[in-house]
């Protein structure tokens, strides 16, 4: 995988388009990290808010402008070191089969009052899609 230069734009895109006319689907709802887990209560609290599937039909109904947008962030490598691992992809509802974004994010407390979210382009994307909906995703990923 390759890093990115500006990690935390992206969880904050995430956030931003959340809070911005998506709603979660019935579906969709956030998995909790297991207890006595090293990543903290803050870290935990962030990923279930940004794990589960968004839209903004809604908004995009009623603003013609507005793109109707699809985002599905689910967990991934409960077993892996470090931090929570996400994986999120991002995708104009009209093209679900062919994401603007697909990257895996890890959530690493940074400190008391910080999280550092790091993010990585996935090698070969195409090769991925979909992969928020596998029971195991992105476990063949290294």
């Known amino acids: 995988m390759t890093r990115r230069p500006a990690p935390l734009a992206v969880a904050l895109s995430a956030l931003l388009l ?13 998995s909790a990290r297991e207890p006595g887990s090293p990543a903290g209560g803050a870290v935990r609290r962030l990923a279930e808010a940004l794990t589960g599937r968004f839209s903004s039909e809604d908004q ?13 962030v689910t967990r991934i490598w409960p077993a892996r070191e470090g931090g929570l691992w996400l994986y999120l992809e991002l995708s104009r509802a009209e093209a679900l089969d062919s994401p603007a974004r697909q990257q895996v994010l890890e959530l690493v407390p940074a400190g008391v009052d910080w999280i ?9 994307p195409e090769a991925w899609i979909g992969a928020w909906s596998d029971e195991e995703p992105l476990a063949t990923l290294d």
């Open 116 to 124: 550092e979210v790091r993010a990585w382009d996935l090698p070969e």
């Open 18 to 30: 959340a809070a911005a006319g998506c709603a979660p689907s019935p579906d969709g709802s956030p």
């Open 60 to 72: 995009a109904r009623s603003d013609p402008e507005a793109p109707d947008l699809r985002l599905a």
